[in-house]
């Protein structure tokens, strides 16, 4: 079976299994892939250098800590097992967004048919969030990264075995409403205008209630 991260974020299902002929190989490859945020890489600032991610926020640890939190308990009964959510009111610069596309890029690249979407309130700031990952992608080495079967402007995703996906959008009435899944980063959710109290309904639905799923959705306040 498809092992956790070593952070705990309980993304080992026994439901993914593949079968007896291909887990061998597919947990050797997988090994492979990216397991923890340090082994992706961040553009530092100032300068703009591209270097590893080893030097988490304050904001960011408590995301990660918030997450292993309300996982450890669904797996004790203290908690219901539904999704891991986490709102962030955030301030800009500390990185909310850059934790919660490394969480969401760790999932898709070691966890089969597995689903995660991006969503936003305009084209650009959807762009600058999809950027990240991307960035995570091409600056892996060559033996960490996943192989490849789709990739452009608007999704990124993984041939088999993984057969994984992450998809950016922008908040609409169609948002949410034709997948599955079991990683959702919604951005700037104060900005989403009058449709998005449906909008949010939708992309819940369209998660698996189970605690192994993830919500992240961070946004400065705008005053409201």
């Known amino acids: ?13 026994s439901r993914y299994r593949f079968s007896r002929r291909k887990e061998s190989a597919t947990v050797d490859l997988l090994s492979r892939h990216p397991t923890k945020p ?13 270097k590893p991610f080893l030097n988490p926020s304050p904001a960011q ?20 097992k539904v999704p891991r959510r986490v709102v962030d009111l955030k301030a800009r610069k500390l990185g909310a967004s850059t934790e919660a596309q490394a969480q969401a890029f760790l999932m898709i690249s ?5 689903e995660a979407l991006v969503v936003s309130h305009e084209a650009k700031s959807a762009q ?27 999704a990124i995703v993984f041939d088999d075995p993984l057969n994984s ?14 997948g599955t899944y079991r990683f959702l980063h919604l951005s700037e959710l104060a900005q989403w205008g009058a449709g ?15 605690p192994d799923c993830i919500e992240i959705i961070e ?6």
Do not use: C
């Open 196 to 210: 998005a109290d449906s909008a949010l309904v939708a992309l819940r639905g369209s998660m698996p209630v189970e």
């Open 61 to 80: 640890l408590k995301i990660r800590a918030m997450l292993r939190d309300q996982w450890t308990a669904s797996q004790e009964g203290k908690r219901p």
């Open 110 to 114: 070691q966890r089969a048919n597995t």
């Open 128 to 154: 600058i969030l999809f950027g990240i990952s991307k960035r995570f992608y091409r600056a892996l080495p060559d033996e960490m990264r996943p192989p490849r079967k789709f990739y452009n402007g608007h």
């Open 38 to 50: 340090e082994d992706l890489s961040i553009v530092h600032m100032p300068g703009g250098e591209l």
């Open 219 to 224: 946004s400065t306040g705008y005053g409201q």
């Open 1 to 13: 079976m498809i092992q956790s991260t070593p952070f705990g974020n309980g993304w080992s299902d």
């Open 165 to 178: 996906s992450l998809a950016v959008d922008v908040v609409s009435e169609a948002t949410g409403r034709s």
